[in-house]
């Protein structure tokens, strides 16, 4: 229950710093009725997690919103099943545990996501899928309904990784392997049963990994962005998955990893001209010029 009541605290003062009035680490203590020392920590965990926090002459402590374009809380996906794996741990019928799981609903990266994960079922389900992910193990698919043959059926299934949504989970079907790689729709799955059977195919198969604009692509290109702050608040907002690779502070950040080349991407540096600049790759910014004629067109 500790955890629960952090959780509910850090919802709590992210309200009161995105406030019209700025509020005092005396303030914010007295408020959520914790020690002025707890405040500071989690006023550093919250610029751990993405968000600017900004203080007065008078040490007031603020989140600044520019109107219409409001820095929103999100959570990415991985986070999203840790938190409802905790949860779960207490009863369902907890008023506390039903608010806590409809804000993470509103505030995951995308809605998909926190829909999937707050729906009992499908949570259940993924839940099994990523353990036998993390296991290597094969499990059983009860019940799928094929589109196909419009029909239900069992499947032994190596799950290997999930689409960027949550909505599917790709694998191997075993009775088509080795050459048969799936996407399963996980609305569409009955039940997953967890076998005692070590997964026999899914080493052998290669899944391109998801990059950190959410995209899943053939080439994966080394990229180097200089960021302002304006720019970096975005793309942490939006993309949460980036922050793990930009270093940097105040007003001078550097995004350096793989990614795609992809529409998402594209539409990022796009919309931050004067805020994005290119380091590498050039043909990054050739590509970007003809993105741009396209858009033109």
């Known amino acids: 229950m500790i955890e629960q009541r952090k959780i509910l605290r850090i919802f709590k003062l992210i ?19 914790i020690s002025k020392r ?3 920590r989690y006023l550093n965990l919250l610029e751990d997690l993405g968000f600017m926090i900004d203080v007065d002459l008078n040490n007031n402590y603020f989140i ?12 990415n996906s991985e986070e999203s099943i840790l938190i409802r794996e905790s949860l779960n741990t207490i009863s369902i019928n ?28 499908n949570g259940l ?4 899928l990523s353990n036998s992910i993390k296991n290597n193990l094969q499990v059983k698919l009860v019940n799928y309904s094929s589109l196909n043959s419009n029909s239900n059926s069992n499947r032994i299934f190596e799950p290997i990784a999930f689409t960027s949504n949550y909505t599917g989970v790709i694998g191997i079907d075993v009775n088509n392997a080795p050459s048969d790689t799936r996407i399963f729709n996980i609305n569409r799955i009955g039940n997953v049963e967890i076998l005692d059977r070590l997964q026999k195919f899914s080493s052998n198969v290669t899944v391109n990994p998801i990059d950190s ?23 942490i907002q939006f993309y949460p998955e980036t922050k793990s690779i930009i270093k940097g502070k105040k007003d ?15 539409r990022f540096l796009f919309s931050f001209p004067d805020a994005v600049k ?9 590509e970007l010029l003809n993105f741009k004629s396209l858009l033109n067109k």
Do not use: C, W
């Open 125 to 128: 389900k993924i839940e099994k």
């Open 252 to 266: 001078s950040y550097k995004f350096s990893g793989k990614v795609y080349f992809s529409e998402n991407l594209f």
């Open 64 to 75: 600044h919103t520019d109107v219409g374009n409001e820095f929103e809380f999100t959570f």
């Open 15 to 33: 309200s009161l710093l995105k406030g019209i009035k700025k509020r005092s680490p005396i303030e914010i203590s007295k408020i959520l009725n």
């Open 94 to 121: 907890n008023n506390l545990t039903q608010n806590i799981l409809k804000k993470l609903y509103m505030m995951s990266e995308q809605g998909q996501i926190g829909k999937n994960i707050l729906n009992a079922d």
């Open 38 to 40: 707890t405040v500071y």
């Open 278 to 286: 290119i380091n590498s790759p050039k043909i990054l910014k050739d």
């Open 213 to 235: 604009f959410g995209y899943k692509g053939n080439v994966l290109y080394d990229i180097e962005l200089t960021l302002n702050r304006k720019a970096y608040s975005y793309l």
